[in-house]
């Protein structure tokens, strides 16, 4: 079996091939990719190259195939996974391989470490630790992009889980945000930032009674208020607020008197930029849990904080990076009950667009790139459909879908697109 995928060589060294699948193993599983969400970790990755911790230090020589967030159906399946798996079934991945009883600091993932599997390829073969770990994970929703975005969505979802809280006169941490509590997610309508709100909006289990939601592009704040509106939230039993703190004489006060002065129970921080993780701080809570999310890029990453409240108001801190197979199965669930994660999706693309959107991945405006494997497709933005359908019955029909879906994709947009992809014109 052929497959053409984007494999990395080193750093910034991205190439587009086609080359031979070899025969799957009995313990093995050959799939059909098709649609893989970009993620900044892939820009992350292929900007260091082997300096970093997921790719093999002889990638110059052993290419592998990039793209973690991905979903398809199942082609062959290998005789020892016959009984749980069969051919057809559709599929997402857990990259984040937890190997509970292997080697200490094993790293290896899908779309960082391995030759035959990755998202951006057209054809992958799933390897035996995948299946044993319980890593291929069934999908049995419509469509394929609530699939690849279940992966960025168990990420907020691992946060959440994440966060602690202490128990006076004890050194019980109860782990999760505060149910009934006030929560703010701070340049927080970013993809990540989207996926948290959504999340939130449709937990069941838990929630906070206040949520706030900042960011200094007062644009992109509007555009979350659409997709994510003060009607639902309320009738969530949340107060959704959305804040643009660059208006904001003194932005650490003007938060504190939205929480009514007492702080904040728990902080996301979606940005790695210092003066965000310092204001989080700063309007956290007596016993307070300020989660930083945002992955930075730079290893020397600091940013002060107030040691006094560390001591006599209990402000603490996580990080998180990633969610894990639980979460992501939690993800699947709450989809199948009505969260749909479009909102996270603002370019649409084929293959041939994986190595420049990955590779300038920070200098692209909007959401989430959504990628089709077997489609020829420039990036593009789905709020550009309707000027290119001017000229392009494909692009004019996907607007037309869009439209009556808020401006966001949709399975029907998904399903048009892969249906009618020869005619695109590329």
């Known amino acids: 079996m052929k497959t053409k995928a984007v494999r990395l060589y080193g750093k910034a060294d991205l190439r587009l091939e086609e080359f031979e699948l070899p025969k799957i193993k009995d313990n093995e599983i050959l799939a059909k990719v098709v649609c893989d969400s970009l993620c900044m970790s892939s820009y992350k990755a292929a900007s260091q190259g082997s300096d970093h911790k997921r790719i093999p230090d002889d990638v110059d020589k052993n290419p592998i195939i990039i ?195 007492g702080g904040y129970d728990d902080v996301f921080v979606f940005a790695p930029v210092a003066p965000v993780v310092e204001q989080a701080d700063k309007i956290l809570g007596f016993d307070g849990c300020l989660n930083f999310f945002a992955g930075p890029s730079n290893p020397e990453f600091s940013a002060t904080m107030n040691f006094y409240n560390i001591h006599y108001a209990f402000t603490h801190v996580v990080g998180t990076s990633g969610g894990n197979t639980d979460d992501m199965k939690e993800g699947l669930a709450v989809m199948a009950k009505g969260l749909d994660p479009a909102g996270l999706v603002t370019h649409i693309g084929g293959m041939n667009a994986v190595i420049d959107t990955t590779l300038n991945l920070p200098n692209i405006p909007g959401g989430k790139k959504l990628i089709y494997n077997h489609v020829e497709m420039p990036l593009t933005a789905i709020a550009d459909f309707k000027e290119i359908g001017k000229n392009n019955s494909v692009y004019s029909l996907l607007a037309e879908i869009c439209d009556r879906n808020k401006g966001l994709w949709s399975v029907e947009a998904e399903e048009m697109l892969l249906a009618n992809a020869k005619s695109l014109g590329y």
Not at 108 to 121: E, F, L, M, N
Not at 123 to 140: H, R, S, T, W
Not at 157 to 177: D, L
């Open 67 to 261: 793209g973690h967030e991905f979903a398809g159906e199942l082609v062959e399946v290998g005789s020892k996974w016959t009984s749980e798996f069969k051919p057809g079934d559709k599929f997402s991945i857990q990259p984040a391989l937890n190997y509970k009883n292997g080697p200490v600091g094993v790293l290896s993932a899908p779309g960082y470490s391995y030759h035959h599997i990755g998202g951006d390829a057209t054809y992958v073969i799933i390897p035996n630790e995948v299946m044993e770990l319980g890593c291929l994970l069934p999908y049995e929703g419509e469509g394929f992009y609530p699939a690849s975005l279940s992966e960025p969505l168990s990420c907020v979802i691992g946060a959440m889980h994440a966060n602690y809280h202490t128990t006076p006169g004890s050194y019980i941490h109860n782990m999760e945000i505060v149910d009934g509590g006030k929560m703010a997610l701070l340049a927080g309508v970013g993809p990540m930032g989207l996926a948290a709100i959504n999340y939130v909006l449709h937990r069941d289990d838990r929630k906070p009674s206040l949520l706030v939601v900042t960011d200094i592009d007062q644009d992109r704040l509007d555009r979350a208020a659409t997709l994510y509106t003060f009607e639902f939230a309320q009738s969530r039993g949340i107060e959704l607020k959305y804040v643009n703190t660059s208006v904001m004489a003194d932005p650490v006060k003007g938060l504190k008197d939205i929480s009514g002065e």
